[in-house]
């Protein structure tokens, strides 16, 4: 039976959502199969439409909607809700070790909520969170109101109510809808110490469980849901879908006054027949400061020759919007925005999880887990929470050749600032500067940042050294340390760094072949090979050669599997390394299968403390219904972990496939083998791929 645990919020607008994802988000991180189920369904705030429209509801979905209960309820029905939710709890949750359910926010609509949390909590025997923010409340006023919402639950003594989780602590004083700020309306850095020393957390029992700071950046919404809800005119799309807004000006100043507040990420509201303000904004957002949005009302369209004039700054990506009402009425619906988010907004999703997540009680995700039984396999969010926790740990200056990619950027504070790495950005220094102030990146203090023009001339004399061999002169090393990836690469060698991320720009040639010529091979390897780390679903696989060997022999492909299984054991995965070809044991013949077949056993020979077998059909190694029929007595089919293709044709063909089709994240290629840590990057590599492949590099330098 699942351990349930219902998140009941103590007022509205505490983020009840926000801190169940971040909940299920840490348990997750700590292999806990956690499912989240939502009893009863209130429909979103964030509509200008009729709210009190009637949903239909067939008796299907698990979430029953907020109307058919205050319908059954109007009509003393009460036993019949609980029923079905119960009903509904059963078969959700049959497959998981921790429910974590949701319980109904209390609105001014919904007064009664308190109520029906409570039912629902008995109806279900669940142990009972509650979700609160202090708003504008003093710390007596606070623990007064927490007092009294648990009386509702039997009191702070209740052995059902085992704390607190404080929500949005320092946020800026708002009305029940927790609108964005008008810039700059909030603290940072707040004091949260008196939150944390509540009396109310001196009974037994009765604990803070997590305190979380009110963090702009997590509620920014996407310039695309504030046009949703004020059903907007779009006038240009631009770069509506992933621009987001941080703050709001309403402006009828002049252009002179207005030019200190066109700032990244703001939203400027103006009405429509201030061209003068449009088209200064226009400029600014072509000069590269890169404003959220333009916001247009009383329903005026700018003219043609208008239009043209901004035809540039459109072009770029500036969103612009219209609205039919004046500016006073456009600032109450915009205040009345709620921060909700949306379902398909993944990236505020996962930023909202960790940052969640990273300020709940360890000790209380620690008991949870105690009492779920883990995930084996390791399911992905616990290998990418292992990842960064490893990471820290190693505490590794990693350098970053192409410093002036806004991605890699990203990429450098978000590790600087969580404490994944230290990251050295090799560019011009003024660009990276310019570029993270246009794209509102913070760059942390502890981000290091070098000018490569000038410190190459100090790196020519160890370059001639290293490959006079070679025929390496003054002339060409002075040539070949213009590129970045050569001078950083040179940086590792000497020891000034611990590892190297390249390929966001350069090609998988131009990373790793100044690694080969200077880094060279591990003194205990023989070759250098590569692994992707596939995140399934539910579990993580391992993929290797999928990147660098063509045509490996039996001992390489042997060295193969004895690499990505000690890589395996390095990040925290039992290995179990599955030999892959076209045949399953002895039942094909030919020169491929028999190459598998001498890899196997020479890797068996070196490594007898690895499991590994083959060869393997890949359905035989993954599914174990097949590996029954096909491979009985193996100790790797159907559990294999860890595949290791014949050949590059094959395996790179295979991870594309796989992660293509199941749309699935895939980290690497990490190189194996190699002296120092060297790893390349896709192109098209995302700013969260560059994260996980800093921190794959931090770790691979402890080791």
């Known amino acids: 039976m699942a351990n349930r645990l219902m998140l009941v919020p103590v007022g509205f607008g505490v983020g009840l959502t926000s801190v169940t994802l971040g909940l299920m988000h840490a348990c997750q991180q700590k292999g806990i199969k956690v499912g989240h189920f939502k009893p009863i369904s209130q429909p979103s705030r964030n509509s200008l439409a009729d709210k009190n429209q009637t ?30 939710i119960v009903a509904h709890y059963n078969h959700f949750s049959k497959d998981y070790d921790l429910v974590i359910i949701e319980g109904v926010i209390p609105t001014t609509r919904q007064p009664y909520a308190g109520r029906i949390n409570k ?19 003093s710390t007596e006023e606070f623990e007064d109101r927490i007092e009294v919402s648990a009386a509702t639950f039997g009191g702070l003594k209740s052995k059902k109510l085992l704390g607190c989780i404080i929500n949005k602590l320092n946020s800026p004083d708002k009305d029940e809808f927790g609108l964005l700020p008008r810039e700059n309306e909030f603290e940072h850095n707040p004091d949260l110490t008196p939150w944390q020393n509540l009396t109310i957390f001196n009974h037994e029992g009765f604990s803070l469980l997590g305190s979380i700071a009110w963090e702009l950046d997590l509620i920014a919404p996407r310039v695309i849901d504030i046009a949703n809800y004020l059903n907007a005119t779009v006038i240009n799309a631009g770069d509506m879908e992933h621009r987001r807004i941080r703050s709001i000006s ?33 400029l600014s957002a072509l000069n590269g400061t890169k404003v959220g949005a333009l916001i247009l009302t009383n329903g005026y369209l700018p003219n043609k020759d208008i239009m043209a004039l901004c035809e540039h700054a459109l072009a770029a990506g500036l969103p612009v919007l219209s609205v039919p009402w004046d500016t006073w009425q456009t600032s109450r619906h915009l205040m009345n925005f709620t921060p909700e988010l949306p379902q398909d907004d993944i990236q505020r999703q996962d930023r909202v999880k960790q940052y969640i997540a990273d300020n709940l009680s360890p000790s209380w995700i620690e008991q949870l887990s105690q009492k779920a039984n883990q995930l084996n396999p390791m399911s992905p969010p616990a290998f990418r929470h292992k990842l960064t926790e490893l990471a820290k740990q190693a505490n590794k200056l990693i350098v970053l050749p192409e410093g002036t990619d806004i991605r890699t950027i990203k990429a450098a504070a ?11 950005l090799l560019g011009n220094k003024e660009q990276i500067l310019k570029i993270a102030e246009q794209q509102g990146i913070t760059l942390p203090s502890g981000l290091i940042i070098t000018d490569p023009d000038l410190i190459r001339d100090n790196y020519i004399n160890p370059l001639v050294e ?28 000497l ?85 892959i070809s076209y045949s399953t044991g002895t039942s094909g013949h030919g020169a491929d299968v028999e190459k598998v077949k001498l890899a196997t056993k020479l890797a068996q020979d070196k490594r007898p403390d690895l499991i590994i077998d083959g060869p393997l059909q890949y359905d035989a190694a993954i599914m174990e219904n097949v590996a029954k029929t096909k491979a009985p007595n193996s100790p790797v089919a159907g559990q294999a972990n860890v595949f290791i293709f014949p050949d590059l044709n094959t395996g790179n063909t295979t991870y594309k496939a796989v992660q293509r089709s199941a749309d699935l994240v895939s980290i690497g290629p990490m190189l194996q083998g190699m002296g120092k840590p060297v790893n390349d990057l896709s192109r098209g590599a995302l700013v969260d791929d560059i994260v996980y492949t800093i921190a794959l590099t931090a770790i691979q330098a402890k080791f």
């Open 55 to 84: 949903i239909s509801w067939s008796g299907n979905d698990s979430s029953i909607p907020l109307s058919y209960v205050e319908e059954k309820m109007g009509d003393g029905q009460h036993d019949v809700i609980l029923e079905q």
């Open 119 to 137: 039912e629902v909590a008995q109806a279900l025997s669940s142990n009972i969170v509650l979700v609160a923010s202090p708003d504008s409340d």
């Open 250 to 282: 309403f402006c009828a100043r002049s252009v002179s006054n207005l030019v200190s507040h066109i700032q990244p990420s703001r939203l400027i509201v103006t009405p429509g027949d201030r061209t003068d303000i449009i088209i200064a904004t226009c």
């Open 414 to 424: 978000i590790c600087a600032e969580r404490g994944i790495a230290r990251c050295q």
């Open 466 to 493: 290293l490959r006079k061999h070679k025929g390496m002169t003054d002339v060409v090393a002075k040539q070949e340390l213009k590129d970045n990836v050569v001078l950083g690469t040179l940086m590792l060698k």
């Open 495 to 579: 020891g000034q760094v611990d590892g190297l991320v390249s390929g966001a720009v350069n090609t998988t040639a131009n990373t790793i072949r100044p690694a080969l010529q200077l880094i060279k091979t591990a003194p205990n390897s023989s070759l250098v090979s590569s692994i992707f780390f596939m995140l399934l679903p539910d579990q993580v696989l391992i993929y290797g050669d999928c990147a660098i060997n063509p045509e490996p022999n039996a001992e390489q492909l042997a060295d193969i599997a004895i690499q990505s299984a000690d890589s395996a054991i390095q990040f925290g995965i039992d290995p179990k390394v599955a030999m």
